[in-house]
């Protein structure tokens, strides 16, 4: 029996490949692959609707319409197209409790799973979201590198790997487009950290950019066939992204890339620049500060811009459209119908997202049979993070936490108690139907009324809770003030936070006390929704009682969008209690699960990190837990690396990243034994925050220097000597694997490593098999080592299976200085396979003749 995945399935160019001593000889260096091209109807369909525009016109389409909107042209048959992010979910124009969307486990954990079937088949599950809520373009896959784990949009990207990005971007993008839904991949490129994010210019060798950073947006131009790209804010060599010679060279004279690319969120700055630029969309639209529009016809009449430049752009626009079904007369294909309810793929793919970095056997898997009474424990065991800040947040129609997974899971029979143990909230948590009703209607909730400048109520609406956004909404374009209300139920005895988060002018009374009075503003013009500014005060308060709250949100009339957050924080003064307890019921308990994580401080767009540590008391909950429960499992809930410093004291870890909505059913699998915890870690996991190989992403005078070139990662570890936590590529299953023996074979043109494994424990289970080449002795620098491909393997207990793993000919390539492409150095490489970067027990050496081409 034998079983493969995860393979590269395009053609390679290998000559010969010797049998006996795996030697081959490439005929050139990496061809050209054409993604696929549009169909010839499309294209006589887009140059016919083309020829019918004047300059005006065509440039209209060139911004958007509104926030998340592309222009339409009724004369030609094009609607609107609607762009919205991406990537863990479909988020929607509306993105509130009336119109959820289903929550994916985040990318990073996507990653983890090293399974590009499942990730096509979450593509699917996008496709349908998206046209559940009129969305033609989703803004994903987020393909910049893990080059830090102080990256605040560390938990929205992959890998540290170009490899296992760019495949398992590519996976998605398939599974997304299949459906007619264009995927946008983004932040082409560099746009690995948030700090100084608007403007930052990365500086780093040609080679770097090409052979590590370019190369995941290669693989998903290439092999994914993406539609459409997006522009990061950032520069590169002093250019910023809108404006670079990147969009033409290599993205479109090399790669082919045939679709628009669209702008990040007002990250066009210039007329002529970003037009002269392969630029295709700048978003959103419209506005008078918008730099495309009349000045860009302008730019275009004073012959600043060239007509054909202006026509290229079109013309993408427009092959988007047909693709995705928005110009008439072109039906995309439809999304397949999703073969399981999304719940029952999102519990499966938060699962096989999972890590079990440490397992000593004493506590798990869970025998609910065997159990009489567990204690789940942390900040986040109840009220859990299932996803990353930012962009990247969708409100999910239900969310199942690790304490409510695991009390459904170990049943009647088992007694589960619960404490938080520390307190980690940082923001202002929004006000939930569960804490306010609407005074009017006595409903859950708050009542929300829009005022026009007379001070007329234009509109009511009731409102499940406090967080509240309207974008490219007609009512707000005609008010000038929002006031929300609702009576607060108070549960607990002790000072309460109450306030706001929101940019503007803001009065929050509680029963008619002032509590904020104020201007709230922000140099960020994403800030008012990513990470608003907060206000609040704190309120002594009573359990039993109720306190109505009236906040009055001012603004200037014909303003399309706004938002805020209406926010209660319960006490925070029981931490030395909570800790106590938390302790008493692990004492009292036969298994210690402790949920820790990180807060909305951390992980999320528009800021890094500033450490590496579980925020809180959290580290000391861990020890107090672990000394008095050997049985101590610790859950780590978070989107990025943190340090574990009792790592060696605890039973067993496991790592759940942000995994949607399913995160307490998938849990629950995992912990019971039901499922195996599927993840391998994408990226190196440090033990330190002053290891040697741990990069900042802090600017010097608005310049980050990518010095470490090519050795990104675990690349960087092994030239380093230095030893992390834990290794890229490292994850425990529930079985055992003992690698029995590799041959290399010629397949197809390509190269592959046919590797033997035998599962040497008790119960079946599925292997993650890396394969890594090194080149001692060569006249060209490359790193210790790098992936060159992965596969994975599923055997029954005892049984042992065979698993090619392909390593395509591109693998042995670097990116020359000299040359300006890739290239191949003849000789010897070493090529490992094992179950980690630091596990590669087989080894071989394949020979690369000389091509012959001088
Ligand atoms: C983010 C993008 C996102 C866009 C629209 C930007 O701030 O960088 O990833 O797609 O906003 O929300």
């Known amino acids: 029996m034998s079983q493969a ?56 389409l060139l911004t958007g319409s509104g926030f998340w909107r592309t222009a339409a042209e009724p004369a030609i048959g094009l609607r609107e197209m609607v762009l ?18 289903a929550s994916l486990p985040c990318p990073t954990a996507l990653a983890a799973s090293w399974d590009e079937d499942l990730v096509e088949r979450l593509g699917g599950l996008l496709a349908v979201e998206a046209r559940r809520k009129h969305v033609d373009v989703v803004l994903g896959p987020t393909v910049n590198l893990q080059r830090s784990p102080y990256a605040g949009r560390h938990f929205e990207c992959y890998s540290e790997d170009p490899l296992l990005s760019g495949r398992i971007g590519a996976a998605l993008v398939r599974g997304v487009q299949a459906g007619g839904v264009a995927a946008c991949v983004k932040h082409f490129t560099a746009n690995d950290s948030e700090t100084e994010r608007y403007s930052v210019d990365v500086r780093m060798s040609r080679r770097a950019l090409h052979e590590v950073h370019l190369a995941p947006f290669e693989e998903i131009v290439r092999a994914g066939g993406v539609w459409a790209l997006m522009a990061a804010y950032n520069s590169v060599d002093g250019v910023t992204m809108t404006e670079s010679p990147l969009l033409e060279t290599p993205l479109r004279t090399e790669w082919g890339f045939d679709g628009p690319a669209v702008s990040d969120w007002f990250a066009t700055r210039s007329t002529e620049g970003a037009a002269s630029a392969e630029l295709d969309l700048a978003m959103p639209g419209p506005g008078p500060d918008r730099p495309w529009g009349a000045a860009l016809v302008a730019a275009v009449r004073a012959g600043l811009v060239p007509r054909e430049a202006v026509d290229r752009k079109v013309r993408r626009l427009l ?79 239900y969310t199942i936490g690790p304490l409510a997974g695991l009390r459904a899971a170990l049943g009647p029979d088992v007694e589960v108690t619960h404490g938080v143990g520390a307190r980690i ?34 509109h009511e609406e009731a409102r499940g809770g406090g967080r509240l956004l309207w974008l490219d909404d007609p009512i707000v374009a005609r008010a000038v003030a929002i006031e929300a209300i609702g009576v607060l139920e108070v549960r607990e005895d002790g000072p309460h936070r109450i306030g706001v988060a929101g940019v503007g002018r803001f009065r929050l009374l509680a029963d008619g006390i002032p509590l904020v009075d104020d201007d709230l503003v922000t140099d960020d013009p994403l800030g008012g929704i990513l990470t608003p500014p907060e206000r609040w005060a704190v309120v002594d308060l009573k359990a039993g009682g109720e306190v109505e709250l009236h906040l009055r949100h001012d603004f200037e009339a014909e303003r399309p969008g706004t938002g805020f957050v209406l926010g209660v924080d319960r006490p925070a003064a029981h931490e030395n209690a909570d800790l106590e307890r938390a302790v008493a019921l692990a004492a009292d308990a036969e298994v210690a ?93 440090p033990g330190r925050e002053d290891d040697p190989a741990v990069l900042s992403t802090i600017p010097t005078e608005g310049r980050l220097d990518y010095t470490e070139g090519i050795h990104l990662g675990y690349r960087g570890w092994a030239r380093a000597g230095a030893t992390p936590a834990y290794p890229f ?95 191949s150095e003849p000789g010897t490489y070493t090529l490992r396979v094992g179950g980690s970067s630091a596990d590669l027990p087989l080894r071989t050496t394949v020979e690369v003749h000389p091509t012959g081409r001088s």
């Open 5 to 60: 995945n995860g393979h590269d399935d395009r053609t390679l160019p290998l000559s010969s490949v010797d049998e006996a001593s795996g030697a081959f000889e490439p005929l050139e260096t990496t061809p050209m692959h054409s993604p696929r091209a549009p169909d010839a109807h499309i294209l006589e369909r887009v140059e016919a609707a083309l020829a019918e525009l004047d300059l005006e016109r065509k440039v209209r």
């Open 84 to 101: 919205c992010d991406g990537p863990a979910g479909v988020r929607g124009e509306r993105f509130d409790e009336r119109e959820p969307s």
């Open 319 to 397: 092959s988007l459209a047909a693709r995705v079904g928005a110009l008439a007369g072109i039906a995309p294909p439809a999304p397949a119908p999703l073969a399981s309810e999304p719940a029952v793929l999102l519990r499966e793919a938060a699962a096989a997202g999972m890590v079990l970095l440490r397992d000593t056997g004493a506590a798990l898997p869970l025998d609910p049979g065997t159990l009489r009474r567990v204690a789940v424990l942390g900040p986040n065991a109840d009220t859990a993070r299932i996803q990353g800040g930012g962009s990247a947040t969708v409100v999910p129609p």
């Open 425 to 458: 909230r940082h923001r202002l948590p929004a006000v939930t139907g569960a804490d306010v009703h609407d005074p009017k209607t006595g409903e859950r909730g708050l009542w929300v009324r829009f005022i026009g400048p007379g001070g007329e109520v234009l």
């Open 593 to 685: 699960i402790v949920v820790v994580g990180s807060t909305e401080e951390s992980d999320s767009e528009g800021r890094d990190r500033a450490h590496l540590s579980l925020p809180g008391r959290q580290d000391e909950l861990i020890r107090r837990v672990a000394a008095v429960n050997p049985n101590t499992v610790v859950v780590v809930n978070a989107g990025s690396p943190v340090l574990l410093p009792w790592r060696e004291d605890v039973a067993a870890i496991l790592v759940s990243w942000f995994p949607g909505q399913e995160f307490g059913a998938a849990l629950a699998d995992v912990l019971l034994g039901r499922a195996e915890p599927g993840g391998r870690l994408p990226m190196t996991w």
């Open 729 to 823: 590529g490292h994850g425990l299953g529930w079985t055992t694997w003992e690698h029995v023996g590799m041959e290399t074979v010629a397949s197809d043109g390509g190269f592959v490593a046919r590797v033997t494994v035998r599962n040497t424990g008790a119960r079946a289970g599925r292997h993650v098999l890396q394969a890594y080449l090194g080149r001692g002795d060569g006249g060209v620098e490359r790193p210790v080592l790098w992936l060159a491909g992965h596969a994975s393997a599923t055997a029954a207990a005892g049984a042992e299976v065979i698993v090619d793993l392909r390593v395509p000919a591109r693998a042995f390539e670097y990116w020359s200085e000299e040359t300006g492409r890739r290239e």
